[in-house]
C-alpha cells in the first residue's frame, strides 16, 4: 500500500510569490491535514480536509489555504509569501480524522525555502 | 485549547542506556497520547500510544506510561541503539475523528554508539 505522497519534496520561492504544495493520501484515507514545522515551533497544525470540505483550521494567516478533491488528494496554497514562512510542510491522511483512534500517517513533507 | 509540554528538548545517551521523555497536558478531556519518531529527513511515524483507560503500554524495547492525575505522560526507551536517534514527538488528542491533536515541541534524541 502506498503511503502518503507529497510534490514538490523541496522548492524555493521568493518573497511575494505563491507555492501550491500537493499531497496523495494512503488509498481509502478520506481525511487530510497539513501541518508546518518550523525548528522553533514545532508541528503547527494549519487545517484538515475531510469529504473535500474544511473540518478545522488552524491559527495560520488567510494568506494559508488548502483544498481536497473528490478522490481525496490534497492542495495547500500560500500566497505573498514571506521570509517566515520557510519550513517543512507535512501532510498527514488518515481514515476518519486525526482524533483518537485514528492512526494518522505522515508523508515525508515539503521543504519549502522563502528567499 | 490543549497545551502539550514536553521535556527535554534535547537527549544525549550511550548506547545501551535508558532514555525517558516527559509530556504534560493541561486538559483533562484529553484521552488519546499517541508518540512519533520522526528520522532526518522523513515524516513523523506513529510508534507507540496509550488511551486514558490505561496506565502503561509496551512494545519490545519501548514504553509509554501516564498518569491521568497529574496531567502527564512518558516514553520510555530500554537498550538504546544508534537507529534510536531521532526526534520525538508527544500529541494529546481526544476521541473523535475531527478532533485535532496537540504536539508537543520534540525532543532530539541522540544514542552515542
Known amino acids: 500500500k502506498a503511503g502518503v505522497t507529497q510534490t514538490p519534496r523541496y522548492l524555493i520561492k521568493t518573497r511575494g510569490q505563491q507555492v501550491t504544495l500537493s499531497c496523495s493520501p494512503i488509498s481509502g484515507h478520506r481525511s487530510v491535514s497539513w501541518y508546518q514545522q518550523t525548528p522553533g515551533q514545532g508541528l503547527q497544525f494549519l487545517f484538515e480536509y475531510f469529504s473535500e470540505t474544511q473540518r478545522n483550521k488552524g491559527n495560520f494567516p488567510g494568506r494559508f489555504s488548502g483544498r481536497q478533491f473528490s478522490n481525496s488528494r490534497s492542495e495547500m496554497n500560500v500566497s505573498t509569501l514571506e521570509l517566515g514562512d520557510s519550513a517543512l510542510y507535512l501532510c498527514a491522511s488518515s481514515l476518519r480524522g486525526p482524533g483518537a483512534g485514528n492512526t494518522i500517517y505522515f508523508g515525508e513533507g515539503s521543504w519549502l525555502t522563502v528567499v | 485549547g490543549e497545551n502539550v509540554e514536553q521535556h527535554p528538548s534535547t537527549l544525549s545517551v550511550q548506547e545501551g542506556d535508558s532514555a525517558v521523555i516527559k509530556c504534560t497536558y493541561s486538559d483533562s478531556a484529553s484521552n488519546y497520547f499517541p508518540w512519533y519518531k520522526q528520522e532526518l529527513g522523513k515524516g513523523p511515524q506513529l510508534i507507540i500510544d496509550?488511551?486514558?483507560?490505561?496506565g502503561e503500554k509496551k512494545d519490545q524495547r519501548i514504553a509509554v506510561t501516564l498518569n491521568k492525575t497529574a496531567k502527564h505522560f512518558s516514553l520510555h526507551i530500554t537498550e538504546t541503539q544508534p537507529e534510536d536517534s531521532a526526534v520525538y514527538f508527544c500529541?494529546?488528542?481526544?476521541?473523535?475523528?475531527?478532533?485535532?491533536?496537540?504536539f508537543g515541541r520534540g525532543t532530539s534524541l541522540i544514542v552515542h554508539p
Open positions: 500529541a494529546a488528542s481526544r476521541e473523535g475523528g475531527s478532533y485535532i491533536p496537540t
Open positions: 496509550i488511551r486514558s483507560n490505561v
